[in-house]
């Protein structure tokens, strides 16, 4: 009986020293990944992945050399570190006409800068001339004179900046949305004959459609919509006649002589359009 007990703690000991082998050999192994992971994330960060290439997609009048000095980014810089997001921010602040910068990590040692060239869509008018702006209210140039050809004119903002670079602000925040909304839809619409929009009041915004017709579109609500709308309505109506247009409800439109405006007198054929 002293035998098997004897046996039995030998075989008790035994066992708990192989437990503490293998915990020691765990903890022996993940101390050595952890290492080895730091020493390879402090090559990558020091001795790898250093900028060798820095390629430029460039649609702008800016140079390759100006886009790269206004990223910050250097050769030998290293891609780990590096953040692309301020780099394309420092870009789209330097050049006024850098609508959509992107600044890309190509593993292992290349730096991808694409910058897309903004688009006018509007002339903002101002006491001392018009505001260039692209699709997304940044102003691409001040212009002393006259407005630039074929782009819309837009009164009634009232821009409390309109510095180069900069994206406009208004005297009134409601009005930035406002005129958001209204260079989108024009843009989206792609009507020429647009050509100038007066929103000094909010609640019913003017759209002049060539030199015949004045339509009145209510608020900015469904803009695209409202564009379309009229533009579809004016197919119909005698060029050689002017046009007051009136947004009635959400799918209708008044339409009246300019010449009987005054009197809103209605003819057959002014009758309010309706939604096909």
């Known amino acids: 009986?002293?035998?098997?007990?004897?046996?039995?703690?030998?075989?008790h000991q035994s066992s708990k020293r192989q437990r503490r082998r293998k915990r020691r050999h765990r903890a022996y192994f993940a101390l050595v990944i952890l290492l080895v992971l730091g020493i390879g994330l402090a090559l990558s960060m020091t001795l790898f992945f250093n900028v060798t290439d820095i390629v430029v997609n460039n649609e702008t009048d800016a140079s390759e050399e100006e886009?790269?000095?206004?990223?910050?980014?250097?050769?030998?810089?290293?891609?780990?570190?590096?953040?692309?997001?301020?780099?394309?921010?420092?870009?789209?602040?330097g050049i006024a006409y850098a609508e959509n910068v992107r600044v890309e990590k190509k593993y292992p040692s290349t730096i991808e800068i694409t910058v897309e060239k903004a688009k006018p869509v509007a002339n903002i008018s101002q006491s001392y001339g018009y505001l260039l702006v692209s699709g997304s209210n940044r102003v691409l140039e001040e212009l002393k004179g006259d407005p630039m050809p074929d782009l819309i004119v837009i009164t009634g903002y009232n821009p409390a900046?309109?510095?180069?670079?900069?994206?406009?602000?208004?005297e009134d925040e409601?009005?930035?949305?406002?005129?958001?909304?209204?260079?989108?839809?024009v843009?989206?619409?792609?009507?020429r004959d647009i050509k100038s929009i007066d929103m000094t009041d909010q609640s019913s915004i003017i759209v002049q459609f060539g030199d015949n017709v004045e339509f009145h579109m209510g608020t900015s609500n469904?803009?695209?919509?409202?564009?379309?709308?009229?533009?579809?309505?004016?197919?119909?109506?005698?060029?050689?006649?002017?046009y007051l247009l009136t947004m009635i409800g959400n799918n209708q439109i008044s339409v009246i002589t300019q010449d009987s405006a005054w009197n809103r007198q209605e003819t057959a054929a002014d009758e309010p359009s309706r939604i096909p």
């Open 1 to 11: 009986m002293r035998d098997v007990v004897k046996e039995s703690v030998k075989r």
């Open 67 to 93: 886009i790269v000095a206004l990223s910050g980014i250097a050769y030998k810089d290293n891609l780990v570190r590096l953040d692309t997001k301020s780099a394309a921010q420092r870009i789209t602040a």
């Open 161 to 170: 900046q309109g510095t180069i670079g900069m994206y406009l602000q208004s």
């Open 174 to 185: 409601k009005r930035d949305n406002v005129l958001k909304t209204l260079t989108a839809a």
């Open 187 to 191: 843009e989206e619409c792609n009507n």
């Open 222 to 242: 469904d803009a695209v919509y409202k564009l379309r709308f009229a533009a579809k309505t004016i197919e119909r109506l005698n060029p050689n006649k002017k």
